[in-house]
């Protein structure tokens, strides 16, 4: 029973996840502990985007 893997929904959400936290990241300014946190949370998207790009490239390298 194997699934297969939606990679450009997967991508979709991952951009999703990105606009909340950029608009979050908008309004942290008197807000240090947000403003850090917020900047960890973009830092681990991009990680996901890089995850994905990689699965990609190797999807059309087939």
Same mark, same amino acid.
């Given at each position: 029973? #194997? +699934? %297969? @893997?939606?990679? #450009?929904e @997967?991508g +979709?959400?991952?951009k999703?996840?990105k =606009?909340? !936290?950029?608009?979050? =990241?908008e309004k942290?300014e008197?807000?240090?502990a947000? +403003? %850090? *946190?917020? !900047?960890? &949370?973009? !830092?681990s &998207? %991009?990680?996901?985007e890089i *995850?994905?790009s990689? &699965?990609?490239d190797?999807?059309?390298k %087939?």
């Amino acid at each position: 029973m #194997s +699934q %297969k @893997i939606n990679l #450009s929904e @997967i991508g +979709q959400e991952i951009k999703d996840l990105k =606009k909340t !936290a950029e608009l979050l =990241k908008e309004k942290t300014e008197l807000f240090p502990a947000l +403003q %850090k *946190n917020t !900047a960890r &949370i973009l !830092a681990s &998207i %991009k990680m996901l985007e890089i *995850n994905v790009s990689d &699965i990609l490239d190797l999807e059309i390298k %087939k």
